[in-house]
């Protein structure tokens, strides 16, 4: 081979080499100092619960369970509500373990870097300050409606009169009640975290007080009946003064449309329960995080549940689901009683739902971003933490100021699906990081600590090569090094473990070798079933790594085809590739579960570990092939930008690239030196041993 082929085939080697080092390095954490702050730790386990339900029940609360079950499923909404609730509660188990393994803010983007690599944690970060961004956007428009709405609509006419705009993309008019409403927010919850919690405290209170009132309200106009209506000989049923048609009762019942709208209706309510992933951002500000994020995330799963559950009933006991208007069905339904004082109890209990709402929305946003930027994926002055509040206060006030620009000047209906995809795909590398820690040896790295094993570039280095290389790049020994330099090159990465074949070396190294080589296909296969050991090992950790990425792939494409092509599953060409998506699952779910396990103890566990990760992955995965195509190409375009500002900034000046990436590239360098002569004879010297 000619030199020039050689530097450029080494050449292509090492920038591969140097770019997956870069993809898939992962946040180092020092277990010993997980509770290192420079935040104020001051909210406890009843603060969080507060931010997750006030986060979670919005005033869709007061809406979406009369639009499901006038539109989908009739009273059986209350099922998909049940649906709905449990597979949060599989996302919130998982987010509930890596709250109790690492405290720390970021929320899925801390998790997913700690377990699968720098480059997905910022896909994930990326997306989840676009889902906060746009959360509050539409928040703040809906809280300035509505409140509006109570003032008569005055101060939203005189927008439309005097202030109207005619740019294509932009609103109608700006709407400055949402603007001023989302600053004055921001300078809550920069003024301080306790502050915001009061205030967040306090809203939700009066929130779950004026749902009570409804429910036991309700509870005295409930009639069984109207879960038992069938439709006439022609297929309609008159109700009040109108005539409702077929279309609009199905087989009547509890059940009038079927079971698959039951499960439709599910993915619609399953929206309803984001907003609790908003306490996982508070690991470096509440009290006792291993403790209080698990305990808060369930506890405020239950309760809105038990409010979404216990409202739905009421609702569809009150009026026949068919008379359900689905844009106000509550006051509606009381008002058909004759119960018109409920409307202004219920308008009080929305205001106060959406600026719960708002304040979910608006603070996870700060966290997320200055987490990124204390690991300098971000921009690092978003880092700062102002000393006397003990807040980020710079990423507070210009995630708040550019909030209240999008709620001011945008329509922001087409753009809200794009929050379902950034909530799903943090909640699927939620639970794929929970499946690939529970199978590695250890759960974080300190980063002080030295490469695992196999990681060190080792090389054998023929009699000629080392007298071509600077003593200072030559490792003979470690300790005999120390002894005669009077230091240590122990953190020297660009250092190679040196070996003259011609001096009987090889057979020293060949135990090294056994120990790091690579797993072969055969072993792969074998240990996917038949584990060797009963604690993680090295092999065993990445056969649960790939298969784990394997089962990803498989239930993507599982959901893809029964998402889209639910009626031509007669057709072969789809019935096979489903029924290989479906085998694939099974067994890598078994291969899953045949894994050994960490043992290592921690406050919270996620239970039936992989079926509950597993199955959280298929939930959320199916939910995202779901939407729209158009929300995918606003979803590309927003990772573009992403994505430049990541390789332009974010990849040099992270954390770990100096930690990590810049001590290894000397070493893979002299690799490519050392293969580039003498390689093919210590290749040949190699096999010969070997024989």
Same mark, same amino acid.
């Given at each position: 081979?000619?030199?020039?082929?050689?530097?450029?085939?080494?050449?292509?080697?090492?920038?591969?080499?140097?770019?997956?080092?870069?993809?898939?390095?992962?946040?180092?954490?020092?277990?010993?100092?997980?509770?290192?702050?420079?935040?104020?730790?001051?909210?406890?386990?009843?603060?969080?619960?507060?931010?997750?339900?006030?986060?979670?029940?919005?005033?869709?609360?007061?809406?979406?369970?009369?639009?499901?079950?006038?539109?989908?499923?009739?009273p059986a909404v209350i099922v998909s509500f049940f649906i709905a609730a449990a597979a949060s509660v599989l996302a919130g188990?998982?987010?509930?373990?890596?709250?109790?393994?690492?405290?720390?803010?970021?929320?899925?983007?801390?998790?997913?870097?700690?377990?699968?690599?720098?480059?997905?944690?910022?896909?994930?970060?990326?997306?989840?300050?676009?889902?906060?961004?746009?959360?509050?956007?539409?928040?703040?428009?809906?809280?300035?409606?509505?409140?509006?709405?109570?003032?008569?609509?005055?101060?939203?006419?005189?927008?439309?009169?005097?202030?109207?705009?005619?740019?294509?993309?932009?609103?109608?008019?700006?709407?400055?009640?949402?603007?001023?409403?989302?600053?004055?927010?921001?300078?809550?919850?920069?003024?301080?975290?306790?502050?915001?919690?009061?205030?967040?405290?306090?809203?939700?209170?009066?929130?779950?007080?004026?749902?009570?009132?409804?429910?036991?309200?309700?509870?005295?106009?409930?009639?069984?009946?109207?879960?038992?209506?069938?439709?006439?000989?022609?297929?309609?049923?008159e109700f009040g003064n109108a005539t409702y048609a077929a279309s609009r009762i199905g087989a009547g019942g509890f059940m009038?449309?079927?079971?698959?709208?039951?499960?439709?209706?599910?993915?619609?309510?399953?929206?309803?329960?984001?907003?609790?992933?908003?306490?996982?951002?508070?690991?470096?500000?509440?009290?006792?995080?291993?403790?209080?994020?698990?305990?808060?995330?369930?506890?405020?799963?239950?309760?809105?549940?038990?409010?979404? @559950?216990?409202? /739905?009933?009421?609702?569809? $006991?009150?009026? !026949?689901?068919? #008379?359900?208007?689905?844009?106000?069905? &509550?006051? *509606?339904?009381?008002?058909?009683?004759?119960?018109?004082?409920?409307?202004?109890?219920?308008?009080?209990?929305?205001?106060?739902?959406?600026?719960?709402?708002?304040?979910?929305?608006?603070?996870?946003?700060?966290?997320?971003?200055?987490?990124?930027?204390?690991?300098?994926?971000?921009?690092? @002055?978003?880092? /700062?933490?102002?000393?006397? $509040?003990?807040? !980020?206060?710079? #990423?507070?006030?210009?995630?708040?100021? &550019?909030? *209240?620009?999008?709620?001011?000047?945008?329509?922001?209906?087409?753009?809200?699906?794009?929050?379902?995809?950034?909530?799903?795909?943090?909640?699927?590398?939620?639970?794929?990081?929970?499946?690939?820690?529970?199978?590695?040896?250890?759960?974080?790295?300190?980063?002080?600590?030295?490469?695992?094993?196999?990681?060190?570039?080792?090389?054998?280095?023929?009699?000629?090569?080392?007298?071509?290389?600077?003593?200072?790049? &030559?490792?003979?020994?470690?300790?005999?090094?120390?002894?005669?330099?009077?230091?240590?090159?122990?953190?020297?990465?660009?250092?190679?473990?040196?070996?003259?074949?011609?001096?009987?070396?090889?057979?020293?190294?060949?135990?090294?070798?056994?120990?790091?080589?690579?797993?072969?296909?055969?072993?792969?296969?074998?240990?996917?079933?038949?584990?060797?050991?009963?604690?993680?090992?090295?092999?065993?950790?990445?056969?649960?790594?790939?298969?784990?990425?394997?089962?990803?792939?498989?239930?993507?494409?599982?959901?893809?085809?029964?998402?889209?092509?639910?009626?031509?599953?007669?057709?072969?060409?789809?019935?096979?590739?489903?029924?290989?998506?479906?085998?694939?699952?099974?067994?890598?779910?078994?291969?899953?579960?045949?894994?050994?396990?960490?043992?290592?103890?921690?406050?919270?566990?996620?239970?039936?570990?992989?079926?509950?990760?597993?199955?959280?992955?298929?939930?959320?995965?199916?939910?995202?092939?779901?939407?729209?195509?158009?929300?995918?190409?606003?979803?590309?375009?927003?990772?573009?930008?992403?994505?430049?500002?990541?390789?332009?900034?974010?990849?040099?000046?992270?954390?770990?690239?100096?930690?990590?990436?810049?001590?290894?590239?000397?070493?893979?360098?002299?690799?490519?030196?050392?293969?580039?002569?003498?390689?093919?004879?210590?290749?040949?010297?190699?096999?010969?041993?070997?024989?």
């Open positions: 081979m000619s030199p020039a082929a050689f530097s450029l085939g080494g050449s292509l080697s090492y920038y591969a080499t140097l770019l997956l080092s870069i993809v898939t390095r992962k946040k180092t954490v020092d277990e010993a100092h997980l509770a290192d702050t420079k935040l104020s730790r001051c909210l406890g386990t009843l603060d969080l619960v507060a931010l997750g339900v006030g986060s979670t029940l919005g005033a869709g609360v007061y809406v979406i369970a009369g639009e499901v079950a006038q539109k989908t499923t009739g188990l998982c987010y509930a373990e890596f709250g109790a393994r690492v405290p720390k803010s970021g929320s899925a983007y801390v998790y997913s870097y700690v377990t699968v690599g720098e480059l997905m944690a910022f896909v994930i970060g990326w997306n989840l300050i676009l889902e906060y961004a746009i959360g509050t956007a539409s928040v703040a428009r809906a809280w300035s409606q509505n409140f509006d709405s109570l003032l008569g609509g005055r101060v939203i006419n005189i927008f439309r009169q005097y202030l109207t705009m005619s740019v294509p993309g932009i609103a109608k008019y700006p709407d400055f009640f949402a603007f001023g409403i989302v600053l004055l927010l921001t300078l809550v919850i920069a003024f301080g975290v306790k502050e915001s919690a009061w205030v967040t405290k306090a809203f939700t209170l009066v929130n779950l007080m004026v749902l009570a009132t409804v429910v036991i309200a309700g509870s005295w106009l409930a009639d069984g009946a109207n879960w038992r209506i069938r439709p006439g000989p022609n297929g309609t049923v009038p449309f079927g079971l698959r709208s039951i499960v439709s209706g599910a993915g619609t309510c399953f929206y309803a329960f984001v907003g609790f992933d908003a306490i996982a951002t508070t690991g470096e500000e509440a009290k006792n995080p291993q403790k209080a994020i698990p305990v808060s995330i369930i506890v405020s799963l239950a309760i809105c549940f038990a409010a979404y @559950f216990s409202l /739905s009933t009421v609702l569809t $006991l009150i009026q !026949p689901y068919f #008379a359900l208007d689905p844009l106000a069905p &509550l006051p *509606a339904a009381f008002a058909a009683q004759g119960w018109r004082v409920a409307n202004y109890i219920i308008a009080v209990g929305a205001v106060c739902a959406l600026s719960t709402s708002l304040l979910g929305a608006m603070f996870p946003l700060p966290r997320i971003v200055y987490a990124m930027a204390s690991d300098g994926l971000l921009f690092r @002055f978003l880092a /700062s933490v102002n000393r006397r $509040l003990s807040t !980020p206060l710079v #990423a507070t006030l210009i995630t708040g100021l &550019l909030s *209240a620009v999008m709620a001011c000047l945008f329509e922001l209906k087409e753009l809200v699906d794009m929050m379902s995809i950034g909530t799903l795909l943090a909640y699927t590398l939620v639970a794929i990081s929970v499946l690939i820690l529970r199978g590695n040896r250890d759960d974080l790295r300190h980063p002080d600590a030295e490469e695992p094993p196999g990681s060190v570039d080792i090389r054998v280095v023929t009699h000629r090569q080392q007298q071509r290389l600077p003593a200072d790049r &030559l490792k003979p020994e470690k300790q005999e090094r120390q002894q005669e330099r009077g230091s240590s090159d122990s953190d020297s990465a660009d250092a190679v473990l040196v070996c003259d074949p011609h001096s009987g070396g090889l057979a020293d190294l060949s135990t090294h070798f056994r120990q790091h080589r690579r797993m072969t296909w055969r072993e792969y296969l074998r240990l996917s079933f038949r584990p060797e050991s009963t604690a993680p090992t090295r092999f065993s950790e990445s056969v649960n790594r790939r298969n784990t990425f394997l089962f990803l792939a498989a239930a993507t494409l599982l959901a893809f085809l029964t998402e889209n092509y639910p009626d031509r599953m007669h057709q072969p060409g789809v019935l096979l590739p489903t029924l290989a998506a479906f085998a694939a699952c099974f067994g890598l779910l078994f291969s899953l579960y045949r894994q050994p396990e960490n043992a290592k103890p921690v406050a919270f566990r996620v239970p039936a570990v992989p079926f509950v990760p597993c199955l959280s992955v298929f939930i959320n995965v199916y939910l995202m092939m779901a939407l729209p195509s158009g929300t995918w190409v606003r979803f590309l375009v927003w990772m573009t930008i992403g994505m430049a500002i990541y390789c332009l900034y974010g990849a040099r000046s992270s954390t770990e690239h100096a930690r990590q990436t810049i001590r290894k590239m000397r070493g893979i360098r002299l690799a490519i030196e050392l293969d580039a002569d003498g390689g093919q004879e210590v290749s040949q010297m190699m096999d010969k041993e070997q024989d």
